[in-house]
């Protein structure tokens, strides 16, 4: 209506990041936008996955359905990390149940040199960034980008889908490393050139998901993978916005994943949030930790869980609440409402 107030920008979640004084602890979820809510279901009952990450209007509307549920303080664009991946010319598709397939791995030095590198992000994925310039338009809380980590991607393009064991991308890596360098070089190019031109359109904040890397010992990690994710944070450190790096069962990765550069480093559930904190020291922020299978057990327990989080947290500068990994497709919306609630209410300074 004329003359109203438009609402306050919320940047509870960037001072937290930057490990700056906040009111309360702010609360974000991975996967918040996503098959757990109703609406998304009903709005996604047919149709391919990267289709709909390529209709920015649709985009759009799924990153915001969380937030007219709740008062999360970040929303993260609706996407996915295979996006960028089909833009250097790979055949991909998601395939409901499994993840990502790749009819045609690459294996080879041929398959790699396939690759159609370097990434023109403006030409290729225009439709991520307009989603991104539209929901700056619209949103009174910070907005996350996001990309796969290029371990991450090297597995899936390596294995040709999801893997338990990750054989052949370790018989790569260890057996042909000349390839390997080659495809993560190109895998790392490409996220920089990604990363930079979602901030660029408006992103806020950025996170590197490394799904897979918890698959690595700490050696392989340090030779393999952590000068890659070097090159990555400090391709984008340059942009005055908090980086966060993420991995799945990189309990004993934690402090590696430190020293790659990200302001913020994601911790999945396995380890307690405290002693996460300590694995990567006092000068870098951290985002976490409840386990996402908690929130579908009764309240009591989730709000014990939670809480047992918050304790962990001890009120310390720097924490971001998130669950340890994405939400279940099982989780009552009415779960995260509460635990949004819970949060704010136990950690308000007010």
């Known amino acids: 209506m004329p003359g109203e107030t438009p609402p306050a920008f919320n940047d509870r979640f960037l001072r937290a990041c930057r490990r700056e004084p906040v009111d ?7 996967r918040q936008a996503g098959r757990y809510l109703p609406e998304y279901r009903e709005l996604r009952a047919a149709g391919d996955l990267l289709e709909a990450c390529r209709t920015p209007e649709l985009a759009v ?3 915001l359905q969380p937030l007219r549920r709740m008062p999360v303080d970040a929303a993260i664009l609706f996407s996915d990390i295979m996006v960028p991946v089909a833009a250097l010319g790979v055949s991909v598709r998601i ?10 791995p690459l294996r080879t030095p041929a398959d790699v040199a396939r690759l159609r590198t370097p990434l023109e992000p403006g030409a290729s994925v225009a439709f991520v960034l307009e989603a991104i310039r539209l929901l700056r338009k619209e949103l009174t809380v910070p907005l996350i980008g996001f990309a796969g980590a290029p371990f991450t991607l090297a597995s899936y393009l390596v294995e040709g ?3 338990r064991t990750h054989e052949r991308t370790k018989a790569l890596m260890h057996g042909d490393p000349l390839t390997w360098g080659r495809l993560m070089s190109a895998l790392s190019g490409a996220t920089v050139a990604y990363l930079r031109a979602q901030v660029e359109a408006g992103a806020q904040a950025i996170q590197v998901f490394d799904s ?7 050696d392989d990690y340090a030779r393999y993978v952590l000068p890659v994710m070097r090159d990555v944070f400090g391709g984008v450190a340059g942009l005055d916005v908090p ?5 799945v069962g990189t309990g004993e990765l934690l402090a590696l994943m ?8 994601g911790v999945d559930w396995r380890v307690p949030l405290d002693r996460a904190w300590d694995r990567v020291g006092p000068d870098v922020a951290v985002q976490g930790n409840l386990d996402p299978a908690a929130c579908v057990a009764p309240w009591d327990i989730v709000e014990a869980k939670a809480m047992d989080v918050l304790a962990r947290a001890a009120g310390r500068p720097g924490h971001v609440f998130n669950l340890g990994h994405g939400v279940l497709p099982g989780t009552a919306p009415e779960t995260l409402e509460r635990l949004v609630e819970l949060v ?4 308000s300074t007010g």
């Not at 897979?212 to 700490?218: N, V």
């Not at 980086?243 to 991995?247: E, R, Y």
């Not at 430190?258 to 480093?265: Q, S, T």
């Not at 704010?344 to 950690?347: N, Q």
């Open 24 to 30: 309360r602890t702010p609360v974000w979820f991975m």
């Open 61 to 63: 509307e799924v990153t």
């Open 95 to 104: 395939e409901e149940g499994v993840g990502p397939v790749v009819d045609h």
């Open 161 to 163: 889908g999801p893997s």
């Open 212 to 218: 897979w890397a918890g698959a690595l010992d700490p």
């Open 243 to 247: 980086l966060i790096h993420f991995g």
């Open 258 to 265: 430190r020293d790659a550069g990200a302001n913020v480093v």
């Open 344 to 347: 704010h209410e136990r950690t």
